[in-house]
């Protein structure tokens, strides 16, 4: 069954930032992930899983119980990545550095890109970065998910940009 995300603070999380925004295939992916979701299995048990897209761009979902099976963690990705490849987006990991421009756009970059972008001074410790590596769903509840890149594991990134 299908519940909302805040029914599901203290358990895990996966999330799927996606290649480009979601905004037309929300719909769908909410439709696809809901069937999903009601039959989620970990060992014939019944994994209990909630969803959001957030920024129409990631798409976090939560699970419970606290362990699952490798197998259901296969079955969710396989999931995401056939979803993704039906409405031509591609699910990007954690090599990627989600932030939003100075014309408020999402961007991603790889890491040694960010390092440059931050010593050239396009991007600042104001600048909103998304933690797509979170795996608890109370961090991204709590506000933890989008942040100054000042108050982010990124900070770490621009600090080996600025003292190189």
């Not at 809901?34 to 909630?50: A, D, K, N, T």
């Not at 957030?54 to 976090?60: G, K, Y």
């Not at 939560?62 to 990545?81: K, N, Q, T, V, Y």
């Not at 991204?140 to 989008?146: D, M, P, S, T």
């Amino acid at each position: 069954m299908t519940h909302k995300l805040q029914t599901f603070a203290g358990y895990p999380c996966l999330i799927f930032p996606a290649s480009q925004s979601l905004e037309t295939h929300t719909d769908e992916l909410t439709e696809k992930l809901s069937s999903f979701l009601q039959r989620w299995e970990s060992h014939g048990s019944p994994v209990q899983g909630g969803f959001a897209i957030l920024e129409n761009r990631f798409v976090v979902v939560a699970h419970r119980p606290l362990e699952i099976s490798g197998c259901s963690r296969d079955d969710l990705l396989f999931f995401m990545r056939d979803i993704g490849q039906s409405i031509g987006v591609e699910w990007l990991g954690a090599v990627r550095v989600f932030y939003r421009d100075s014309d408020g756009k999402i961007q991603n970059v790889d890491r040694l890109k960010f390092k440059q972008l931050a010593k050239e001074g396009s991007i600042t410790g104001d600048t909103l970065v998304f933690d797509t590596t979170i795996r608890e769903t109370n961090a991204v509840l709590e506000g933890r998910f989008a942040l100054p890149a000042s108050q982010s594991w990124h900070a770490r990134l621009m600090e080996t940009a600025t003292a190189a």
